[in-house]
């Protein structure tokens, strides 16, 4: 059963990446997730959308915080 759920969740993911704006004009694009796993696979994919200049936060958020680097909070949006 976890084998379905995890393919459910790659095909929502997916369909997510196919919505995104790349139509935009190209600008630098940044990918931030809380370990750096999720945000290294979109940057990994927007490249592979034509993408240039773009980044990934190595380690995510986790990283960016055990650092001592400031963190803003404010509205999640849900």
């Known amino acids: 059963m976890g084998g379905r759920a995890a393919c459910g969740r790659r095909a929502r993911r997916a369909r997510r990446v196919a919505g995104l704006p790349f139509a935009l004009p190209d600008g630098p694009l940044a990918f931030i997730c809380r370990t750096g796993r999720r945000g290294t696979q979109a940057a990994a994919q927007a490249v592979g959308l034509g993408r240039s200049a773009v980044f990934s936060l190595a380690g995510g ?9 400031p963190v803003v909070s404010g509205p999640t949006g849900k």
């Open 61 to 69: 958020i986790e990283a960016w915080e055990a650092a001592g680097l």
